[in-house]
């Protein structure tokens, strides 16, 4: 470490060198403690982002009590609000099994009531599961001799009975409901059959029935894919997932009845090729900005959650009141967006648009104007690196009419909720088991979670569902699949 001294001898000896010197020697200190305070800011800004005014997930947050929040608050009370439909157990009018609790003497006297007749009876039910058993069906086939030609002649078995002892489809079906429903490790899964049913089945038995059921649904998924291909409007987003000892990216396309999951190497445009929804989509496709999305030929919108927790980061990290307004503005919008489709509107009028259009772009150029493009340095190659901020304006000058999508097509929705709630289920599993073994488990994850989601969104029962594609019958949507 350089000390006092030393420190004012090198001063002395740049000042003896002349004014000149002396200048130099200011401007490269200036520069240096330039680029040092920006930095600083960019460090203190990267440990301040949280789920709070970034796409960072709740839960890498720290313990922190966020004083603000971007939903605005609502004026109803907490709980149930008055008026409202509740939900309770009903009786039903055909109980399974009627217990009668006697009466055997008068409370009163003590004498013996067994032989009067009962006068009334008070009832209270309840409602619970038997105790699970395994049920073993034998199946036997008939072998007949014809008394006229003598010929043997035998009855067929059942085509799901190929073996001489085997399990039935419903315990497979729970358990691949356990394990990819409600993504149990398979350890577990297997300990809960245990538990429940009083049967032991192998980890390889149940990854074997997971092979199964992904073959089983093979129809189903080409049809997914067909369908969300097809549609007006959809949801896409990726996420990256551990495979073994590498990176995977996990894709989706989702609509609100249909949920496509498929996985790649790669997160860009490569992927969004291999995997041929986007190449033929023709449709609004709801996404982050993610710039592999434009190289496509079809409309964008943008989510504007992710636009929201920017602009709550640069206000509250930068100071940019500018960000606040076009915060509030964009939710004002939504709102008046989602009063005009309760009354029955398909867009707003032409004049709220264009007030709305000018408010935008007013706040941003005030932005711009305070962020302004920094250039590079004359002594320095390459373009200079802009601030956050100023990316971020960039962004929403270049795709205002994505952002703003929402606003002049009422199908195009305000946020891609959608899409990281069909990825979510995703991250849960990885965190219970920490990664995907290979990349079979994860395309047999992606065709059998596909599946179940959809089911999910179409109103069906997902163990009824799952059963229903061992016997060799899946959810298919027949119309855009026969297309």
Same mark, same amino acid.
Request: aromatic fraction near 8%; proline fraction near 3%; charge should be positive.
């Given at each position: 470490?350089?000390?006092?001294?030393?420190?004012?001898?090198?001063?002395?000896?740049?000042?003896?060198?002349?004014?000149?010197?002396?200048?130099?020697?200011?401007?490269?200190?200036?520069?240096?403690?330039?680029?040092?305070?920006?930095?600083?800011?960019?460090?203190?800004?990267?440990?301040?982002?949280?789920?709070?005014?970034?796409?960072?997930?709740?839960?890498?947050?720290?313990?922190?009590?966020?004083?603000?929040?971007?939903?605005?608050?609502?004026?109803?009370?907490?709980?149930?609000?008055?008026?409202?439909?509740?939900?309770?157990?009903?009786?039903?009018?055909?109980?399974?099994?009627?217990?009668?609790?006697?009466?055997?003497?008068?409370?009163?006297?003590?004498?013996?009531?067994?032989?009067?007749?009962?006068?009334?009876?008070?009832?209270?039910?309840?409602?619970?599961? #038997? #105790?699970?058993?395994?049920?073993?069906?034998?199946?036997?086939?008939?072998?007949?001799?014809?008394?006229?030609?003598?010929?043997?002649?035998? /009855?067929?078995? #059942?085509?799901?009975?190929?073996? /001489?002892?085997?399990?039935?489809?419903?315990?497979?079906?729970?358990?691949?409901?356990?394990?990819?429903?409600?993504?149990?490790?398979?350890?577990?899964?297997?300990?809960?059959?245990?538990?429940?049913?009083?049967?032991?089945?192998?980890?390889?038995?149940?990854?074997?029935?997971?092979?199964?059921?992904?073959?089983?649904?093979?129809?189903?998924?080409?049809?997914?894919?067909?369908?969300?291909?097809?549609?007006?409007?959809?949801?896409?987003?990726?996420?990256?997932?551990?495979?073994?000892?590498?990176?995977?990216?996990?894709?989706?396309?989702?609509?609100?009845?249909?949920?496509?999951?498929?996985?790649?190497?790669?997160?860009?445009?490569?992927?969004?090729?291999?995997?041929?929804?986007? #190449?033929?989509?023709?449709?609004?496709?709801?996404?982050?900005?993610?710039?592999?999305?434009?190289?496509?030929?079809?409309?964008?919108?943008?989510?504007?959650?992710?636009?929201?927790?920017?602009?709550?980061?640069?206000?509250?990290?930068?100071?940019?009141?500018?960000?606040?307004?076009?915060?509030?503005?964009?939710?004002?919008?939504?709102?008046?967006?989602?009063?005009?489709?309760?009354?029955?509107?398909?867009?707003?009028?032409?004049?709220?648009?264009?007030?709305?259009?000018?408010?935008?772009?007013?706040?941003?150029?005030?932005?711009?104007?305070?962020?302004?493009?920094?250039?590079?340095?004359?002594?320095?190659?390459?373009?200079?690196?802009?601030?956050?901020?100023?990316?971020?304006?960039?962004?929403?000058?270049?795709?205002?009419?994505?952002?703003?999508?929402?606003?002049?097509?009422?199908?195009?929705?305000?946020?891609?909720?959608?899409?990281?709630?069909?990825?979510?289920?995703?991250?849960?599993?990885?965190?219970?088991?920490?990664?995907?073994?290979?990349?079979?488990?994860?395309?047999?994850?992606?065709?059998?979670?596909?599946?179940?989601?959809?089911?999910?969104?179409?109103?069906?029962?997902?163990?009824?569902?799952?059963?229903? /594609?061992?016997?060799?019958?899946?959810?298919?949507?027949?119309?855009?699949?026969?297309?």
């Amino acid at each position: 470490m350089i000390t006092i001294e030393q420190r004012r001898k090198l001063a002395s000896d740049i000042y003896d060198q002349g004014r000149e010197a002396v200048v130099d020697h200011i401007v490269k200190l200036e520069l240096k403690i330039e680029s040092m305070e920006d930095r600083l800011q960019r460090i203190e800004a990267l440990l301040n982002q949280n789920s709070h005014n970034s796409s960072l997930p709740p839960s890498s947050d720290k313990f922190t009590k966020f004083s603000k929040n971007s939903r605005p608050k609502s004026k109803r009370a907490p709980g149930g609000q008055t008026g409202h439909a509740g939900s309770t157990l009903t009786r039903s009018a055909t109980p399974d099994v009627v217990v009668i609790h006697a009466v055997h003497e008068c409370t009163e006297c003590g004498r013996s009531l067994k032989k009067v007749t009962t006068t009334e009876y008070q009832s209270r039910q309840v409602m619970d599961i #038997p #105790p699970i058993n395994l049920t073993v069906t034998e199946h036997r086939v008939e072998n007949k001799s014809c008394p006229h030609c003598g010929e043997s002649t035998q /009855a067929a078995f #059942p085509a799901s009975v190929t073996k /001489a002892v085997q399990y039935g489809v419903n315990l497979k079906s729970f358990a691949v409901y356990l394990m990819q429903y409600q993504l149990l490790a398979s350890k577990r899964a297997s300990e809960a059959i245990k538990d429940l049913v009083g049967c032991t089945i192998s980890e390889g038995s149940l990854f074997n029935w997971a092979i199964e059921f992904s073959a089983a649904t093979d129809v189903s998924y080409a049809s997914i894919k067909d369908h969300v291909a097809a549609a007006a409007v959809i949801h896409t987003d990726e996420t990256g997932i551990a495979c073994d000892t590498h990176l995977e990216w996990l894709h989706v396309a989702s609509t609100n009845d249909a949920t496509f999951l498929a996985a790649h190497p790669k997160r860009g445009s490569v992927a969004m090729n291999a995997i041929g929804i986007l #190449p033929r989509f023709k449709g609004t496709a709801i996404h982050d900005m993610w710039s592999s999305y434009f190289k496509f030929d079809f409309k964008h919108g943008i989510c504007n959650a992710h636009i929201i927790r920017e602009l709550t980061f640069a206000y509250e990290e930068y100071k940019q009141r500018w960000a606040h307004k076009l915060k509030r503005l964009l939710l004002k919008i939504h709102d008046t967006v989602e009063r005009s489709r309760l009354k029955g509107k398909n867009s707003l009028d032409v004049r709220t648009l264009h007030r709305y259009i000018e408010q935008y772009e007013s706040l941003v150029r005030n932005g711009m104007k305070k962020n302004p493009w920094l250039r590079g340095s004359p002594h320095k190659r390459g373009r200079k690196k802009q601030s956050k901020v100023r990316n971020l304006l960039d962004r929403l000058h270049d795709f205002q009419e994505s952002v703003l999508a929402f606003m002049v097509d009422f199908s195009v929705p305000f946020t891609n909720n959608l899409a990281e709630r069909d990825l979510r289920m995703t991250k849960v599993k990885v965190k219970i088991s920490g990664c995907f073994r290979s990349q079979v488990g994860v395309k047999i994850y992606c065709r059998i979670r596909s599946y179940l989601s959809t089911v999910r969104k179409n109103g069906l029962v997902a163990f009824d569902a799952i059963a229903s /594609a061992f016997n060799h019958q899946p959810f298919i949507f027949k119309q855009n699949y026969a297309e």
